[in-house]
């Protein structure tokens, strides 16, 4: 019958839609199922590492302490004799996993706390002072940041540039570079400046020191320290070390001396020593800077030490010049600033006077809020350069 049909076909499609939507929830229900699955597997592994990790960590503690100690000498038969961090001397085995031609007398090893048998090669100790002075890669200032030492600058690259590069040419020429170059000058010609520009064109590693630091509270400690400097400057060569206020440490010895006098001296031996010891520093120039050669001891100058004394003298107009192009390169200059009135009134300034006029001129640019220095910047900060270089002797108004 008509309606009996009408029934069965409306019955079939209502079960029809009713399977699809229950397919489509178990569908829903595994892709959910599936996931979780992931996150708990993802979060068993991320747990299984780190108790591999605990495990490692708590083997590591469980292990005995080892004793560090310095070799002091090698015996023919394998073994070596060294001195222990608890006070005594110990004829020790060494383990087969180190190799041997890596040990000499001075290195530090750890030793197995039961046999006393040197398990491993540790690195050698650093003092912070020094590790705190290098600096690994070479200082981004190159030649061009140096206006007005062209003849200056040679110098310095014939004996320190030079010898780093090309070591070839002294050999071929049958002379020894010079083993140690002195930069002298007034404060802020660009002793130090020079300094960092030879390290960045060699990219040598540039050891700074200040001469100050030298000067230790205990005895022995300076020298201590000054044995490490060339020492880590022997294993990161090719480099440079650059001994600023060298008047610190190298000034005239006296007969009659305060205890810490004799230690300053002392200090000096050991630079003495190591300017011009036996042993030789392969890649290793150094420069030392003072503006007091006059109070520096004779052994310091002589040849074979500081070889080459180089004075900076203060820039002439052409170097003035030059510098004032190398400050305000990136500076917004108006243009109707007459460097002609500025050269003339910067005669017998140095160049870091220079450089702190012009940060001074756009100092007195951003009080008004502006970004464009003119002349009348350039006039207040020159005056208050000079003012403050002359002291009192400065007159109640520069003008130019």
């Known amino acids: 019958m008509p309606g009996t049909t009408d029934a069965k076909d409306e019955g079939g499609v209502d079960d029809s839609a009713y399977s699809q939507s229950y397919t489509r929830h178990l569908e829903r229900r595994l892709r959910a199922l599936e996931t979780e699955k992931q996150i708990l597997q993802a979060e068993r592994s991320r747990l299984e590492k780190e108790t591999q990790t605990l495990r490692t960590e708590l083997e590591k503690l469980r292990q005995s302490p080892l004793i560090t100690a310095t070799i002091t000498e090698m015996l023919e038969d394998g073994r070596a004799i060294v001195k222990s961090s608890t006070g005594p001397n110990f004829v020790v085995h060494i383990a087969s996993s180190i190799p041997k031609d890596k040990l000499q007398p001075g290195s ?45 600058l040679r110098e310095i690259r014939e004996t320190v540039e030079l010898p780093l590069l090309k070591p070839e040419l002294f050999e071929e020429v049958g002379i020894e570079p010079p083993k140690g170059v002195l930069l002298t000058g007034k404060p802020g010609t660009g002793k130090t400046l020079s300094a960092r520009a030879v390290a960045h064109e060699t990219n040598a590693t540039f050891i700074r020191v200040i001469g100050s630091e030298l000067v230790q509270k205990f005895i022995g400690e300076g020298a201590r320290l000054v044995r490490e400097i060339f020492m880590l400057a022997k294993e990161k060569a090719p480099a440079i070390i650059f001994v600023d206020e060298l008047d610190a440490v190298g000034s005239h010895r006296l007969d009659i001396a305060t205890s810490g006098d004799r230690e300053v001296q002392r200090t000096l031996m050991q630079l003495l020593s190591e300017l011009d010891g036996f042993e030789t520093r392969g890649q290793v120039a150094v420069l030392g800077a003072t503006n007091r050669p006059d109070i520096l001891d004779p052994a310091l100058l002589r040849p074979g030490r500081f070889d080459r004394i180089i004075e900076f003298p203060l820039p002439d107009d052409i170097s003035r010049k030059e510098i004032f192009k190398i400050h305000i390169r990136g500076m917004n200059i108006d243009s109707a600033v007459d460097f002609n009135q500025l050269l003339s009134a910067t005669q017998g300034r140095t160049g870091a006077d220079i450089k702190t006029m012009c940060t001074e001129a756009g100092m007195f640019a951003i009080r008004d809020n502006r970004t464009c220095v003119t002349h009348d910047d350039f006039r207040k900060a020159i005056s208050k350069v000079q003012e403050r270089g002359l002291g009192d002797r400065a007159p109640a108004n520069i003008y130019f």
């Open 108 to 152: 530090l090893v750890a030793l197995n706390q039961r046999s006393f048998a040197i398990t491993q090669e540790l690195p050698p100790s650093r003092d912070p002072i020094i590790r705190a002075m290098e600096i690994e890669e070479a200082p981004n200032v190159s030649y061009q940041d140096i206006g007005g030492l062209q003849d200056v």
